[in-house]
């Protein structure tokens, strides 16, 4: 058992066994006189113990989860843009976008002296670090964060230049300054950051985190800022040049994984780990081969493609023409497609039986209590309104989207009806139908009841395979009373010569602890200990 001091001469915290613990009470006990002893004992006693647990000379970071909702992730975007402006690698010819919505992943720094807590990403695929500024005055998302005091720190310098980030929601703009960044027990000084002085509402209003720690190279960085982890190496406060990631699955703790940067935690992952060298850097970009659905190539990835492995998204996001493939093998298809095929399963032979039996065709869908009005509504201008908003209340799309569906399905029976068909071609035919409606959110869905009978979706890495299996590549998400089930699979279509390109997210990062060695310019990949 042991019981957690703050020792604030060190600034980090100290373990103290019960043992020793109660040795200092039973000491108190016998009197003031004994005090001062007592406090020499307790100082003596923390002051080894807290060499001895910085020993290591790791530094660690603990990661907190947020659970995903549905808002969260069909507002996740992630797509290819031309250079920005503000990147300095002109060869790299194309960035990505992400809107930071579907973050799950966030842990805590410390900004100025004395230090000010954030909650940041830590983000291997964006290289600067920036949090709200206290100067941020006319965004609103800025008033429910913290923000950084720079009068409030003895060691801040202003730089003054200004800046934008652009991400899929929007840009982000403020300013430089320099400052003592805290990450676990390292202080490191002189470090450049940018403050926020204005943000979009979206992603940033809802978000747990206040800020971004990007993890990747300086090619990246605007102004070229170096990175927190080159500063970590240039002053000396790590002996091994690397970084490494672990993330939790388990969707019950709050608890998230952890990064530990100068080695790693022979706790979090079996085996060894495969090491590949850093393609290109800017982004933390390796080689994968060939991309299987069971023992079955999907081709596209045979000679090679590029791989971007991204903490900041928890999406799977590859050319286009595998993952259709995937999507398809898996079961998956778009919210308007499934909510259609749901109506048909629920409802479809009830409504077959009642026309058969002579009721009127408008008021059908208003008897099995899906429209609550008496057809009014045509359904291709209920469809229009779907495709177009493409919104999720709750477990489904509402009311009258159903009700659209319901009347879309009513008139398919008809018109199937006059050519004679029986009901088994019917149905099979109205299934087709609801197959060909468009998908307005681009999230692909799949029944959570048939995720054993999904095939693995394996990578070659470094000539080896790695395999996600249908619990690592499908997302679960709680809405109201029910799990809805979502492929992490998305398509992203970049031309060489930078692409095919794979964006690799928290979905593939969770299944394999990864090692991050910029002293080596490698990538190591080991099955996690989840």
Known sequence: MYVIFHHHHHHRFCYVSYTHLCFLLGLLRMGIKFLLPAICVFTWITSWIVLTESSDGLARITLKKQPLDLKRLNAARITQEGLDSNVNDQEAGVIYLKN?????????????????????????????????????????PCHLHSRFRASSSSTYTKIGIPCTISYGAGAISGFFGLDHVRVGDIVVEYQEFIEITKEPLLPFLIAKYDGILGLGFQDISVERANPVWMNMVQQGHIDHKLFSLWLSRDSTSEFGGEIVFGGLDWRHFRGDHTYVPVAKTGYWEILVGDVFVEDYSTGVC?????AILDSGTPLIAGPTAIVDKINRAIGAEGIVSLECKSVV?????????????????????????LCSYNGSQRARDGLKMVVKNGTIEGSSLGEAPMCTFCEMIVFWIQVQLKQQRTKDMVFQHINQLCETLPNPIGKSFVNCDYLELLPDITFTIGNKSFPLTPH????????????????????????????????????????YHTVFDFGNMRVGLAKSAN
């Not at 039986?353 to 008897?367: F, H, K, Q």
Request: charged residues 15%; glycine residues 10%; hydrophobic residues 40%.
């Open 302 to 306: 045979k000679f090679g493609c590029a």
């Open 345 to 369: 399963s629920k409802y479809g032979y009830a409504l077959w039986d009642n026309l058969i039996s002579g009721i009127r065709p408008e008021i059908l869908c208003v008897d099995v209590g």
């Open 100 to 140: 930071y919505l579907d973050i799950q992943y966030y842990g805590e720094i410390g900004i100025g002296s004395p230090s000010q807590r954030f909650s940041v990403v830590f983000d291997t695929a964006s290289s600067n670090l920036w949090v709200p500024s206290s100067k941020c005055i006319f965004s609103i």
């Open 472 to 511: 690592h590549y499908i997302i679960k998400v709680e809405e109201g009373c029910s799990t809805v089930c979502v492929s992490s699979f998305i398509g992203l279509d970049v031309p060489p010569p930078r692409g095919p390109l794979w964006v690799l997210g928290d979905r593939f990062l969770s299944a």
